[in-house]
T-cell receptor, first 112, second 113 residues
Framework: LAKTTQPISMDSYEGQEVNITCSHN???????ITWYQQFPSQGPRFIIQ???TKVTNEVASLFIPADRKSSTLSLPRVSLSDTAVYYC?????????????FGQGTELSVKP | EAQVTQNPRYLITVTGKKLTVTCSQN?????MSWYRQDPGLGLRQIYY???????DKGDVPEGYKVSRKEKRNFPLILESPSPNQTSLYFC????????????FGSGTQLSVL
């Protein structure tokens, strides 16, 4: 099972771009990389997923280098409402027989 | 509306009093799982189920039981709760597959006195 390492916390200001990097050195060939966002008192919610190169949606971008041993979640022009915990998850339900390992997550604090 | 519903939202109980936290999904997902979240420890998987009547242990299964008699329901049972099970619990479901995404419930805050 791929273990992930993320920064515990990050601070930013409104309007800045925020990049959160997740390390996953033992990622398997068919593992996907998925990021979840969790607001206080809520369950995590899916924000973006990728396998290689770059993925972009209306919320974020995900950059994955060729060796896939890390990935970077990019949040453009953050606002106060982006204050949340962000989790990187590597693998897949069927790849790992159902067992999933989340990291500690990165607590992002956006200040005015 | 597609959702994962957990009940209750908050629960205060005493040591040793059996309790059940319910989880139900309306998306016909095959995969369901339970997590606990504690400060500084992130999300840790307790149990998971790949399909009806198929359950298996996650990273922290001690003190918990689950059952999967129907596809939509996956209750978490604490036969004899202890204070170290005070935590925030989340249920999640997914259709499964290699690139699936998880849908989480709103959480159950459990306090065991």
């Amino acid at each position: 099972l791929a273990k992930t390492t993320q920064p515990i916390s990050m601070d930013s200001y409104e309007g800045q771009e925020v990049n959160i990097t997740c390390s996953h050195n033992n990622i398997a060939t068919n593992d996907y990389i998925t990021w979840y966002q969790q607001f206080p008192s809520q369950g995590p919610r899916f924000i973006i997923q990728g396998y290689k190169t770059k993925v972009t949606n209306e919320v974020a971008s995900l950059f994955i280098p060729a060796d896939r041993k890390s990935s970077t979640l990019s949040l453009p022009r953050v606002s106060l409402s982006d204050t949340a915990v962000y989790y990187c998850l590597v693998g897949g339900i069927y790849n790992q027989g159902g067992k999933l390992i989340f990291g500690q997550g990165t607590e992002l604090s956006v200040k005015p | 509306e597609a959702q994962v519903t957990q009940n209750p939202r908050y629960l205060i109980t005493v040591t040793g009093k059996k309790l059940t936290v319910t989880c139900s999904q309306n998306m016909n997902h095959e995969y369901m799982s339970w997590y606990r979240q504690d400060p500084g420890l992130g999300l840790r998987q307790i149990y998971y189920s790949m399909n009806v009547e198929v359950t298996d242990k996650g990273d922290v299964p001690e003190g918990y039981k689950v059952s999967r008699k129907e596809k939509r329901n996956f209750p978490l049972i604490l036969e004899s709760p202890s204070p170290n099970q005070t935590s925030l619990y989340f249920c999640a479901s997914s259709w499964g597959g290699a690139g699936e995404k998880l849908f989480f419930g709103s959480g159950t805050q459990l306090s065991v006195l």
